[in-house]
């Protein structure tokens, strides 16, 4: 089992409105990755949100990037 942070993307670290980061969004996403082990969940947009998450440079910062149609409690239990 994986012990450390989960995040959800939008509107925790990402503001899909502005199509930007959160204020602090990437400061802290350093700070914290240094000392924990960092998995991100997003819920729709496929191939695009993994792109997205690629192309504003997250994707450094968690072990693990899940994109799934719909959150369920098991998407947060997975290894």
Known sequence: MMRGLIFDFSRTIY????????????KMLDFLSKRYRL????????????????SI??????MAILVVEKKTRDDFLKD
Do not use: P, V
């Open 15 to 26: 503001d899909k409105e502005s199509e930007k980061l959160m204020k602090g969004a990437e």
């Open 57 to 62: 440079g997250l994707d450094k910062y968690f």
């Open 39 to 54: 998995a991100l969940i997003s819920s729709g947009g496929g191939r695009k949100k993994r792109e997205l998450i690629s």
